[in-house]
């Protein structure tokens, strides 16, 4: 019987950036080409991005995949506002 395969998380910072550029998930969408929901569904980890949709978005923040994108969770600290 064959193994399923095991699924890993992706987590993200989505949200984080969205709020700190003041966009929308309907402006942030609009900019990738993708329906506004598709961005709720990455948000809450429901949904994982094809390598050209994390590209876009990485584009649309001027950040690398992994500053967007983790297999680990992100973890922030006090000096991260400052």
Known sequence: MPR???VRPL????RVLRTE????RKALADKVD???QTIGA???G????SLDLAMA????????VESV????????????YR
């Open 21 to 24: 550029m003041d966009l929308s």
């Open 42 to 44: 990455l948000e809450r």
């Open 11 to 14: 987590y993200n910072r989505l």
């Open 46 to 49: 429901e949904h994982t991005p």
């Open 69 to 80: 994108f983790s297999r680990e969770p992100f973890t922030y600290s006090p000096d991260d």
């Open 4 to 6: 399923k395969k095991e």
């Open 57 to 64: 978005i990485c584009a649309v923040f001027d950040l690398p």
């Open 34 to 36: 993708v329906n506004h």
